[in-house]
């Protein structure tokens, strides 16, 4: 028999037993609409990760105390200046961080502070939008000026940004004049977010906000991905000597690669999980699907018995019966497909990204006429070995 | 004419015997049959005589357990299963007791089926189907389906799905079984008019009624052939 013919036929039969399709496609349904989200959500959760630290260096590396609160002994200065002897190491920066009231306008807002010093700024992609960055003079003399990060100053202003520059800011009730707004960074993976905090001059920092609590953490930077690890060597040799009380041991140095191999990695591992639901949920369906085409072969055993009278072969038999597994579960499939694309706008408000992709589509249908060849095969085998006799003789 | 006729069906020494467990039941013994182009036989038997099994082996359902089957010159024995199946399709026509119909088929999608699993293309199909279910009547019922046809009209769909794909033998296993007088008398005079067009038929019956009109009948009982004619 032709293939269209035969497709006509299965049609006529699938057409004609159109609530029992539909309950047997409901698994390869979720199944399939599974897949297709868990693809959409993988390709959405890598690009989120991908997107945040697309501005990170790879080559950076952060040293901080490994304990959080008071430090016995603390980083200084002067450990970074020691990082800079390696040849391995291109910049080393001590930074401080805090955090407190931020006010403007008599509008209060919880938020980070960083001091750092002013070449900080340009090895870490941070360029002004308006007014100007924080120079050398402002640290030599300790000029009492800020520049903004992107999302604070939009929230401080309440979406206007601009009026802020030239206005006075107090962060923990001490006063200071923004000068600057940087441009949107996104986040860089090595702190909480620096579109969200305002920046100082280290001296600034030390003097004015921390003082004696002050507690630096050194980033530096590498020469090159893959002097990372010497690097990170370097680092702990001089950390092993000038903290002869505690060594290195007291110190945490984190490097921003692994951190985003380890980002990707728990992301993908999130995927995997699904995509075995996935699976799980198909192999659920297809066990349906098998049991649906033996009770299918059972009731027609004597149409079978017939059509082997009038001369259909084995093969067309088998044909058949497999032809109709596969196209219930492709239309489960295509079902599903459509299922997860409504259901995306839904993950998108439980802020879950999420990107459909023609891979997706494309891996979703494959699973579920997989499905249904795999477990339409044996039932459809069943038939096709009938014995003529004995199924013209059923009853 | 019939001297020279050719012999469709020439069954030697055939022996049938099932196995049950242990248990060995010979339920065709030793029977020989020629049957010649253009005959008209009723094989008459009562249940149980093995007439269904014969019908089963002269229409290449079943093969025997030993003898000889030569259907149109055609060793059946050594043919495999793919190729009994297409001697099914191309040389033999069944009509069943219950019609065997394909319920979900329309009438003339019931009667194309043994051309389309001939390979025929579906328009060429399409216009013999619908020739032989006007021939039989049925010109105004070709989009029925089985359920809205009566007994007798689904018998006639049935003769003309056996007889579509100009087979050399039509085997007819009580066809007149499941019809009501009227209907069975329909049917027999149909096969009357399609012998005399030149179709070989045999119909398989314990229905005295169906034998006493034809001239050529074989009377089998518990598996052995007696008083041919």
């Known amino acids: 028999m032709k293939i269209k013919q035969l497709l006509k036929l299965v049609l006529i039969n699938i057409y004609q037993n159109k609530v029992r399709t539909f309950l047997t496609t409901l698994g390869v349904i979720v199944g399939t609409a599974t897949i297709f989200l868990v693809v959409a959500i993988g390709a959405g959760g890598e690009a989120q990760v991908n997107e945040q630290y697309s501005k990170l260096n790879v080559g950076t590396i952060i040293v901080m105390p490994a304990q959080r609160g008071k430090v016995v002994d603390p980083l200084t200065e002067k450990d970074a200046e020691l990082f800079m002897a390696s040849d391995n190491i291109a910049h080393a920066f001590p930074i401080l961080q805090g955090s407190g009231d931020i006010n403007y306008n008599n509008f209060s807002f919880n938020s980070s502070f960083i001091a750092i010093p002013p070449e900080y700024q340009e090895n870490n992609n941070l360029t002004v939008q308006q007014g100007r960055a924080l120079d050398d003079e402002d640290e030599k003399k300790k000029h009492k000026y800020a520049v903004l990060g992107a999302e604070l100053a939009n929230t401080l202003t309440d979406g206007n940004p601009s009026e802020i520059v030239g206005s006075n800011i107090s962060i923990n009730r001490r006063k200071f004049e923004v000068i600057g707004i940087f441009n949107r960074v996104g986040d860089t993976g090595s702190h909480s977010s620096y579109d969200d905090s305002a920046f100082i001059a280290y001296s600034v920092g030390e003097k004015y906000l921390l003082g004696t609590r002050a507690n630096p953490i050194i980033t530096v930077q590498a020469t090159g991905l893959e002097t990372v690890q010497s690097a990170i060597n370097d680092i702990t040799n001089t950390l092993n000597e000038t903290h002869r009380m505690g060594g290195a041991e007291q110190f945490r140095i984190l490097d921003a690669g692994s951190r985003l191999a380890a980002a990707q990695e728990s992301a993908r591992t999130m995927s995997l999980l699904l995509l075995a639901v996935a699976v799980v949920v198909l192999i659920v369906s297809g066990i349906g699907i098998m049991n649906v085409m033996f009770v299918t072969v059972k009731e027609r055993t004597k149409e079978i018995g017939t059509l082997k009278a009038i001369g259909a072969k084995k093969r067309e038999i088998l044909s058949q019966f497999l032809l109709e597994a596969v196209i219930i579960s492709l239309v489960g499939g295509l079902l599903g497909v459509i299922l997860g694309f409504f259901a995306i706008p839904l993950l998108k408000y439980f802020e879950l990204p999420a990107l459909p992709s023609i891979s997706g589509i494309l891996l979703g249908l494959i699973f579920s006429v997989i499905t249904g060849v795999f477990f339409g095969f044996y039932p459809a085998w069943k038939a096709a070995e009938l014995n003529p006799i004995d199924a013209l003789r059923y009853e | ?229």
């Open chain 2, 1 to 229: 004419m019939i001297e020279n006729a050719k012999c469709i069906i020439d069954a030697r020494n055939i022996v049938k015997i099932y196995q049950n467990g242990s248990e060995k039941l010979k339920v065709l013994d030793d029977v020989s049959m020629q049957i010649l182009e253009g005959d008209f036989i009723v094989i008459l038997g009562p249940s149980g005589s093995g007439k269904s099994t014969l019908m089963n082996l002269l229409g290449c359902l079943d093969l025997p357990t030993s003898g000889q089957y030569y259907l149109d010159g055609l060793d059946v024995l050594k043919a495999k299963d793919n190729q009994l199946a297409e001697i099914r399709n191309q040389k033999i026509g069944f009509v069943f007791q219950k019609f065997n119909l394909l319920p979900r088929l329309t009438a003339i999608q019931n009667v194309m089926l043994p051309l389309l699993y001939r390979g025929a293309k579906e328009e060429e199909a399409k216009e013999s189907a619908k020739e032989k279910l006007k021939l039989l009547g049925l010109g105004e019922r070709l989009n029925h389906r089985p359920n809205e046809l009566s007994g007798g009209q689904q018998q006639r769909v049935a003769i003309a799905r056996a007889i579509v794909g100009n087979p050399h033998l039509v085997l007819a296993d009580e066809p007149t079984g499941n019809l009501d007088s009227k209907s069975s008398k329909d049917a027999m005079e149909i096969f009357k008019e399609l012998n005399r067009q030149g179709n070989t038929i045999v119909i398989i019956t314990h229905d005295i009624e169906v034998a006493e009109q034809v001239k050529k009948v074989i009377y089998i009982r518990d598996g052995r052939i007696y008083d041919k004619n």
